[in-house]
């Protein structure tokens, strides 16, 4: 049977996440995967969840395994306006951020509109706005077609890069000028390693910007929860919408979260895991430049869970991925991260996932692939 | 600020679920609510929840809350496929069986295409096709731009009607001359009280069938997991498509559902609902028999969690619903199922949301206000 044919004219357009290709061919525990934006799993507060749960359970009793309210659970809700300094009414839930993104897409855009965002990009975010057919535009660029600027201003993902003030107010101005909304991605907020903390792009210009929230760094990923907080009317379309998508965010998963953030359980376990993750961040850099040859640079984030290389411009990580997965070694491909596909001699490093134990020879390994591209030229 | 001009042309589609639009504004512990699809919250394995989170963690470990593959863990998958006689590659787990419907309908529908679905429909369903600004039309039309079949052929949802396999034959006939898919949805078909079970529409034209199930009504709604069954090319698409979506379904929750299905948990706590459904069913038509003016009739459903009512054709249950609720009543008009808002003399009944001591007290009340609509026309 050919199904071609029942396909609506958006599928075309559908890109698949090669990270997530990667994951679906490969054993991660067999490899030293640099490749995902996975979390540590040391992190995730294992011996604390059967209690929450049994402390959700039975001061919510059924109400916690009922449907909930679409917007999300309002002791989720008043916690996490509490934190951000928000009314209740600009806090919505979403299964997680990646959700967040996609119904931010869902309601905003139109084929052939354009979002605008500096390369590089973030794939989920790539793959939501292409899935709508929107192009994705410089943030520089003089149009009147554009539905918002998409950014990640702290440790950006993938570039590690985090803004300073005078570029986000430089954002704000450009939103302001060319009148569109800002979506404002922002799971890494929280993981800062080094440096101060700089005003969200919310807090400059709250009345055209959605911030997104994630819970998948701050508490894990198995929950898929995230959050969006923006103006009102914008958080009713996407209500509506959400109707449509998935009616609610899970509940017990929701009072989990609430009652892990709430009695300050995240709190210490977020210092635990910032100290962990700038551990593993000097790590990483120490090992680069230990084993690194000359003409490979890197990015040193203040925050979150990526580093990027830039390679001598003889060296295509595209090309160099096999070489590098046969000796047990997965990254991301920089260009796949940038709408032209270009700069292909760049890549993505985490240095949350695999365990330290192996970073040494991970690094180690491809290391010596990218030496032996340089002598293979 | 006019923030009207920042919405995609798809917005003014999005329709606001009546049911989720009642469940905003009431509090449900007040009322007696026969409105929402909402299970008993009785029927909950409250007790066994935090038993199988320990479980599930000391089994998978941190995996548990770590991301997951996005066609959902392999331990669910197979527990599925075993028991509905399908191979693994044939399942994809959702976050809900709303998310389903509306995966279906982005990765099938464009704007003017063509739903077949006879009246009354799904109100979920209704909202996902607008929201993509397809057209719902009668099974039965001559059309060529037809994407798609929507039915659920068992203990529908809002009628209580359970397709014969003749109808269900003709369905597959329909499809088949047509050309087009067909998207069974099948939320309650393990819920069956009386009656002998039919074939499923997947099981007589498997390679044009997505069927889609939900844990909500055979375990816990809080939990939002569903599954698809369908043909490798379709839910090929539907990957990536979920992708964009929300990377995956929640990890944790999906575990914990396996290891309920799995360990035969799942069937024991199945038993006890149908038990308990099954005498709320004939409860609730004792008491509609034993208060219900003449003139109005219901169906009586072989499963499932609703009873159709058809009043005198002068009362009109949108009119009366503030007037129902102002005495503590809730239900939902059945002209909000029709497609051209018709029929404004039928209502949906659930059976199984509210506590068995209200429903008396409840169904006197609701049929005392249709009486005063006979009295004062």
Chains 1, 2 share one sequence.
């Not at 491909?333 to 020879?361: I, Q």
Request: net charge negative; proline share 6%; aromatic share 10%.
């Amino acid at each position: 049977m050919d199904y071609g044919k029942y396909f609506s004219a958006d599928v075309p357009s559908f890109l698949r996440s090669p990270v997530r290709e990667i994951f679906r061919k490969v054993d991660l525990s067999a490899i030293c995967s640099f490749a995902g934006g996975y979390p540590a799993a040391s992190t995730f507060p294992v011996e604390q969840i059967p209690g929450l749960a049994e402390k959700v359970l039975s001061k919510y009793g059924t109400k916690a395994l009922q449907y909930g309210a679409t917007q999300g659970v309002p002791e989720l809700r008043e916690i996490i306006a509490r934190r951000y300094g928000v009314p209740v009414s600009q806090v919505q839930i979403t299964t997680s951020s990646q959700q967040g993104i996609d119904v931010c897409s869902r309601v905003f855009l139109d084929p052939g509109d354009i979002v605008l965002a500096n390369n590089p990009v973030y794939l989920g975010a790539l793959q939501s706005f292409k899935a709508y057919r929107a192009e994705v535009e410089p943030i520089g660029i003089d149009t009147t077609s554009a539905k918002f600027i998409y950014v990640i201003p702290d440790f950006n993902n993938p570039s590690g890069k985090t803004m300073t003030l005078e570029e986000r107010e430089e954002i704000v101005r450009i939103a302001r000028d060319l009148d569109v909304l800002i979506v404002e991605d922002s799971p890494y907020r929280e993981l800062r390693y080094s440096g101060e903390p700089v005003k969200t792009i919310r807090e400059l210009a709250p009345e055209r910007t959605l911030h997104l929230g994630s819970f998948s760094k701050i508490f894990a990923p198995g929950f898929r929860l995230g959050w969006i907080i923006g103006p009102e009317p914008l958080l009713e379309q996407i209500y509506v919408c959400k109707q449509c998508l998935d009616l609610c965010p899970p509940v017990l998963d929701q009072y989990m979260a609430a009652e892990f953030m709430g009695s300050g359980a995240l709190d210490a376990n977020l210092e635990k895991t910032i100290a962990e993750y700038r551990h593993r961040r000097d790590l990483m850099v120490g090992l680069l430049e230990k084993y690194m040859p000359e003409g490979v640079s890197w990015t040193y984030p203040e925050g979150g869970l990526f580093l990027w290389l830039t390679l001598p411009e003889s060296v295509d990580t595209v090309a160099m991925y096999d070489e590098a997965l046969s000796k047990g070694v997965a990254y991301v491909a920089g260009s796949f991260f940038y709408t032209d596909g270009s700069h292909r001699n760049t890549m993505r490093l985490n240095f949350s996932f695999v365990e330290e134990a192996k970073m040494e020879p991970g690094i180690k390994t491809l290391a010596s692939v990218v030496r032996n591209r340089l002598v293979n030229r």
